[in-house]
């Protein structure tokens, strides 16, 4: 069975940093590309990043790249999203997702629970 288990969201000021973790089984890291949405209230769910399975490459929404970095470590099979420079327009539910296919365009197969982030002004 797939899980991903989402951590790391809460209440932060604009300007501050948050890390989010996804932990998932090693048979999961391994098969599926990972990356993170992330859905405000009212709003759609939106791609933010992704790393590939294989080459480890990653992809990020053009309104985030500046700011935000996904990550990888292969010996913890957790894929993390460094958020740096929060704004208030950050704020959402963020979830942690696994794929066969590309994520930027592609739907995941496999979503996390989701963990809230809160970025206040």
């Known amino acids: 069975q797939v899980q991903l288990v989402e951590s790391g969201g809460g209440l932060v000021q604009a300007g501050g940093s948050l890390r989010l973790s996804c932990a998932a089984s090693?048979?999961?890291?391994?098969?599926?590309?990972m990356g993170w949405f992330r859905q405000a209230p009212g709003k759609e769910r939106e791609f933010v990043a992704a790393?590939?399975?294989?080459?480890?490459?990653?992809d990020y929404a053009d309104t985030l790249k500046d700011r935000f970095t996904i990550s990888r470590d292969t010996a913890k099979n957790t894929v993390y999203l460094q958020m740096n420079s929060l704004k208030p327009e950050d704020t959402a539910v963020y979830y942690c997702?696994?794929?066969?296919?590309?994520?930027?365009?592609?739907?995941?197969?496999?979503w996390g629970q989701g963990t809230q982030v809160t970025v206040s002004s």
């Open positions: 997702a696994a794929g066969r296919t590309g994520l930027m365009y592609g739907t995941p197969n496999y």
């Open positions: 790393i590939s399975r294989s080459s480890g490459s990653t």
């Open positions: 090693r048979r999961t890291f391994s098969n599926y590309n």
